[in-house]
């Protein structure tokens, strides 16, 4: 019999194995974090200029959740596709935007509203990092000054003190766990005893002033970690919010600055500069002709699509599409799903009854014109449990179910 060929061992990415995922804005009172949802999603959140307004005008009301939105993630791909169908329904990707209300300085010890906040920032699978880079007399600064780089390292120092602060009860709860146990023990035991190790290993990462992203983490370790939910492993995107002129000149004295400090601190985390004063004012332009106009005549083009993509690829999400005359529909996987998975995200039974993945790539259904020249070209595709569904793949899966779904 010819060797066994050795599996490529999918490296494990931290975060929930969900296709349900949500990012959330994060950054000081008064660095733009409304505006920029407001704009982002057309919603009424409020923009007060005082700290907390996003929860309501009662600063003393902690339980009072976040705002939330759905924005639709733009893609050529899905316009093209609804065109050549035509469908009667076009349903493309989501993503999911929660606007934090602001932290302060001392919040992972309960300052401001931070507790209360700070749990809503576990709850959330990414962090929109919002820093502020313009002076503006009228909008007051929680600190005082200007100073950007001092405020993304108030943010990141309460994010890790308040790993650390969780890090400490589970490396004493566990420790004491498996003292208990003693040399012995069974599996659970056993287990038990790995999870400290891998405990005890990110807490030190963590109290050595590292963020839990940027270490590197075996696939054992990765599967521990993300039971803890813990703040410094979600993924981040910076966002550097100028003033409108600085925007339309493209110039900004901070941006070289907070740039290296990324750099520095956060090594491989993307940074977008953007305007949300401006982009604030184009979103209330009704019509897409008016804001086309708009952008035409500043010179610019609107940074939000870019920021939405962003923050789409920092989940670690993509998505396959259906199409046909009936509907076009983007539907949201992770990374590194296999085929009977994303079946799973249409219908249940499409998982259980999987028998085969037909698929087309978008670039040969657009370079070839219709299904059936992509198939008279050899390049319609059968993929079986094993394939992993690769980004703007159109799928159609055939199942077949004939045994009632197993009680949990």
Request: aromatic share 8%; with cysteine; net charge neutral.
């Amino acid at each position: 019999m010819p060797p066994k060929k050795n599996a490529v061992e999918v490296k494990a990415m931290l975060g929930r194995p969900s296709n349900n995922l949500k990012i959330g804005v994060v950054g000081l009172p008064n660095v733009g974090k409304s505006t920029f949802f407001n704009a982002i999603t057309n919603a009424s959140a409020a923009a007060e200029n005082y700290p907390f307004c996003t929860i309501g005008k009662c600063a003393t009301c902690p339980q009072v959740d976040p705002e939330e939105s759905r924005v639709a993630v733009p893609d050529a791909r899905f316009d093209w596709l609804c065109k050549h169908y035509k469908p009667a329904k076009e349903i493309p990707a989501y993503l999911t935007v929660i606007d934090i209300a602001g932290l302060v300085k001392g919040a992972a010890s309960g300052a401001g509203l931070g507790n209360a906040f700070l749990s809503h920032i576990r709850a959330v699978d990414a962090i929109f990092h919002m820093v502020r880079a313009f002076d503006e007399p009228d909008v007051i600064h929680v600190e005082g000054e200007l100073d950007p780089l001092r405020d993304m390292e108030i943010i990141r120092e309460e994010l890790r003190l308040k790993d650390e602060e969780f890090l400490t009860r589970q490396v004493s709860e566990l420790g004491a766990a498996v003292k208990r146990v003693g040399h012995g023990g069974n599996a659970a035991d056993k287990a038990r005893k790995e999870e400290l190790a891998v405990v005890e290993k990110v807490f030190e990462h963590v109290k050595s002033g590292k963020d839990v992203r940027h270490g590197t983490w075996s696939n054992k370790e990765v599967e521990i970690i993300n039971g803890f939910h813990l703040i410094t492993a979600k993924p981040v995107v910076f966002l550097a919010n100028v003033s409108e002129k600085d925007y339309l000149r493209k110039k900004n004295k901070w941006l070289p600055k907070i740039k290296a400090w990324i750099d520095e601190n956060s090594n491989g985390d993307l940074m977008i500069p953007y305007s949300a004063a401006f982009e604030y004012r184009i979103s209330l332009l009704e019509t897409a002709e008016e804001k086309a106009d708009a952008l035409k005549e500043a010179g610019v083009a609107s940074v939000l699509p870019k920021i939405i993509v962003a923050g789409y690829n920092a989940l670690q999400l993509i998505y396959y599409f259906t199409g046909g005359p009936d509907e076009v529909r983007a539907w949201t996987v992770r990374r590194n799903t296999k085929a009977p998975q994303a079946a799973g995200v249409i219908h249940t039974d499409f998982e259980r009854g999987f028998i085969m993945c037909e698929v087309m790539k978008y670039e040969d259904l657009k370079e070839l014109g219709t299904d059936n020249a992509v198939k008279a070209n050899g390049k319609y595709m059968q993929k079986g449990k094993e394939y992993i569904v690769e980004d703007g793949d159109i799928c159609y899966f055939k199942f077949n179910v004939t045994a009632p779904a197993k009680k949990k």
